[in-house]
């Protein structure tokens, strides 16, 4: 059973936000909320994780709803660069790491 | 700054022949992983190491795959004998894997990764 559903694909214009979601309904309490991306022919890369709190870091922000079911990924200015798969992942911490399909996302002029 | 590191880039074999793959984990890590790549779908774990000791192999076909870290540092992914079905993307990753709070999140490092064509 897959731990969370993100869009198969998203576009995005260059110089804007890229909002990328990802549901996990059936999170557990010890469980973190993790992205990577992989751009095309490179290893994934970690972009973030949270539990509870949104975070934010020099690549990224992250918010997580109240109610925990739900995230979202904010790249608050997406260049031609960020376009790559995006993998939302949910995990205890230490644990390893189930990749699902993730979301394409294309940044365009 | 540090990277994992992995070789071959590109791998070309023709089935039944042995195909082997190298990765050096960022010094000091002490927990290493070896993931399979099929083209349009997400990483799948093979093995994990933590320093010589295999930690996780539950989804590594041992009839065909072997993998070792004897010092606890580089690692060998073998594959005899290939088959049409192994060509992937095979990636290698690290991750300090110490106890503390590096535990909680154990973020994960990726080398380039090894494409394996087997014709």
């Known amino acids: 059973d897959a731990k969370t559903t993100q869009p198969p694909s998203m576009d995005c214009a260059e110089g804007r936000a890229a909002n990328l979601p990802c549901n996990h309904s059936?999170?557990?309490?010890?469980?973190?909320v993790y992205w990577y991306r992989q751009i095309h022919s490179q290893g994934p890369q970690y972009i973030i994780h949270?539990?509870?709190n949104n975070e934010t870091n020099e690549m990224a922000s992250l918010i997580i709803t109240e109610d925990r079911k739900s995230s979202t990924l904010i790249l608050p200015h997406a260049t031609l660069r960020d376009t790559a798969v995006y993998y939302c992942?949910?995990?205890?911490?230490?644990?390893?790491?189930?990749f699902g399909t993730g979301t394409q996302l294309k940044v365009e002029l | 700054e540090a990277e994992v590191a992995q070789s071959p880039r590109y791998k070309i074999t023709e089935k039944s022949q042995a195909v082997a793959f190298w990765c050096d984990p960022i010094s000091g890590h002490a927990t290493l992983y070896w993931y399979r790549q099929i083209l349009g779908q997400g990483p799948e774990l093979l093995v994990q190491f933590q320093d010589e000791s295999v930690v996780d192999d539950s989804q590594l076909p041992k009839d065909r795959f072997s993998a070792e870290r004897l010092k606890g540092v580089d690692s060998t992914l073998k594959i005899q004998p290939a088959e049409l079905g192994d060509s992937a993307m095979y990636l290698c990753a690290s991750s300090p894997g110490t106890g503390g709070d590096l535990v909680l999140y154990n973020e994960q490092f990726f080398g380039p990764g090894t494409r394996l064509t087997v014709l």
């Open positions: 949270g539990l509870k």
């Open positions: 992942i949910v995990r205890p911490g230490g644990s390893k790491l189930t």
């Open positions: 059936t999170i557990s309490g010890n469980e973190y």
